[in-house]
């Protein structure tokens, strides 16, 4: 069989691909005797059905088509095995199947074109002597104050006090909301769901909206008052933003926290330690390695963008959508496991929309990963298996007695190490300018960021809207990752498109061929 290639854009392998009269001879002769074993024709015996019978009952178009689907199939596969061709994805027939149909004829050469994605050539112009500048993050031995502080108020006891108001107090209250201005004589002034019965709220900025805690304070038990506010311009509630209101506030209770002494009593009570010293050392412990993660984010931060700003790549369409589908189907675990419907939420409509919201995410990701992969490939860096099954071994031992799946737990362990090697020679090998923290200029928000908390808010929008359809307050049981994964797999894929010899109606009973498709089945992807 002849093959010739041709390299396309996009990382794309077009192919040739000469079919021999010999095996063209043979896929028609094996058709026709499928056809001649399965087929049901009165006045003829299963297997002794003429050749010339056979053709006038189905139709030489039909009988030629699956013969052509076959040689298709078939060619492609032996033509990725005969070139040592890796594809990514299904390969794409060029030509057209209609025009192969007409052409082909037993015994003669069958000639057509496919177009194959494979792994992408990766260029990475500098990636040694650059300059780049990071954040850092400085341990603030005054945040273990704060903590402390914040365990004393969870820890405190409300007390009931006869005296005004002051921040910090805990109140329940009655209140009724009005719009004023120019709706201050209208009826339809009242704000729908903008009054309430013993709401207890605290009073501290940003518990509400702004203006009706400050108007509380200084109120006693049994007092009624009238507090002017304004909703915020971007209050949710599109008919209420930037609109002036009042509110009548009734306070009917109110309460201080009476906090524990900081002493080691209430260490032990909120802590696994006995004594504050041990509590006061774990939590510097603490912020000390989340300021060191922090700064360490920082630098590996800046380095990637600098990367990716050398890197050059053409991305196969195939592996971009690989990218943005795993995406989808990770966001569909995480709701999930909080109860989620997936099969009612995750609709063809829905999904289309976060394909297209995750899609500049997994370009950055894909980004960052190949220029990454790409160092470690040209500087040989890589994990030895001493340190793989040691970090392993620990890391078993911390999930001991859990169902561990051993397998993901390694590849996720080895891609763990070996990112943290490059990124060992990459802080080694460029020039890291380490800033005050809050001293560079915010950038836009990270992609990875946004893309989640847009397909987050995505999906419960759909929740909440199937809420209210169904009517009902019930919570659906998490349903186990593998149904999930199945579930979303079938929103994933693509209809299939048929061809002639599949849209026409089949023998009885069907004779067994392989099934049809204008795009051609390949080996199993590999990224």
Do not use: C
């Not at 994933?492 to 599949?502: F, R, Y």
Request: proline share 6%; net charge negative; no cysteine.
């Amino acid at each position: 069989m002849k093959v010739t290639q041709e390299k396309l854009p996009a990382s794309q392998i077009g192919l040739e691909i000469e079919i021999t009269p010999e095996m063209s001879k043979q896929a028609y002769d094996k058709t026709l005797q499928e056809y001649m074993r399965h087929a049901n024709i009165p006045g003829f015996r299963k297997g002794k059905v003429p050749r010339q019978v056979l053709i006038q009952r189905f139709g030489s178009t039909r009988i030629k088509a699956a013969v052509v689907e076959d040689l298709i199939q078939d060619g492609l596969k032996q033509a990725l095995d005969q070139e040592k061709i890796e594809p990514i994805g299904q390969p794409e027939l060029k030509s057209t199947f209609e025009t192969l149909v007409e052409q082909f004829q037993p015994g003669a050469a069958l000639t057509f074109a496919a177009a194959v994605d494979v792994a992408p050539e990766v260029t990475v112009k500098q990636y040694s002597e650059l300059e780049v500048q990071a954040e850092e993050f400085k341990y603030d031995p005054a945040r273990v104050d704060s903590m402390l502080e914040d365990y004393r108020k969870r820890s405190a006891t409300l007390v009931p006090v006869e005296r005004a108001a002051q921040e910090g107090d805990m109140s329940t209250v009655d209140f009724a909301g009005r719009l004023t201005g120019e709706l201050a004589e209208d009826e339809s002034a009242e704000i729908p769901g903008g009054s309430a019965e013993d709401f207890e709220i605290e009073l501290s900025e940003g518990k509400f909206i702004k203006g009706f805690t400050e108007g509380v304070i200084g109120m006693t038990v049994g007092e009624t008052k009238e507090v002017e506010v304004a909703f915020p311009d971007d209050y949710p509630q599109a008919e209420l933003a930037g609109k002036p209101a009042a509110f009548t506030i009734t306070l009917k209770e109110l309460k201080e926290r009476e906090l524990p002494e900081l002493d080691d009593e209430f260490a032990e009570e909120v802590s696994e330690f006995e004594t504050l010293v041990e509590l006061r050392e774990s939590l510097e412990i603490r912020l000390q390695k989340e300021a060191e993660q922090k700064t360490t984010q920082s630098k590996q931060e800046a380095l990637l963008n600098k990367l990716v700003e050398q890197l050059e790549v053409e991305l196969p369409e195939t592996m971009l959508k690989q990218e943005v589908d795993y995406s989808v189907t990770q966001t569909a675990m995480q709701f999930a496991q909080q109860g989620l419907d997936i099969k009612k939420t995750f609709t063809p409509e829905i999904v289309a929309m976060l394909r297209e919201q995750a899609r500049p995410e997994a370009l950055e990701r894909l980004k960052r990963t190949l220029v990454l992969g790409e160092i470690a490939k040209r500087e040989s860096i890589s994990v030895e298996d001493e340190a793989l099954e040691a970090k392993v071994t620990e890391t078993l031992a911390q999930y001991a007695g859990q169902d561990v799946d051993e397998k993901r737990l390694r590849e996720a362990v080895a891609e763990d190490l070996l990112r943290e090697k490059i990124f060992a020679w990459l802080e080694e090998h460029n020039s890291i300018e380490l800033l005050p923290e809050g001293s560079l200029e915010p950038d836009e928000p990270e992609l990875e960021e946004t893309a989640a908390e847009t397909l987050e808010a995505s999906a419960a929008t759909v929740e909440v809207e199937a809420v209210e359809v169904e009517g009902s307050e019930a919570e659906p049981e998490a349903e186990p990752e593998a149904a999930v994964a199945e579930v979303v797999a079938e929103v994933l894929s693509e209809p299939e498109v048929t061809t002639e010899a599949e849209a026409a109606p089949e023998p009885e009973p069907k004779p067994a061929k392989a099934k049809s498709s204008k795009k051609a089945k390949s080996s199993k992807p590999s990224a």
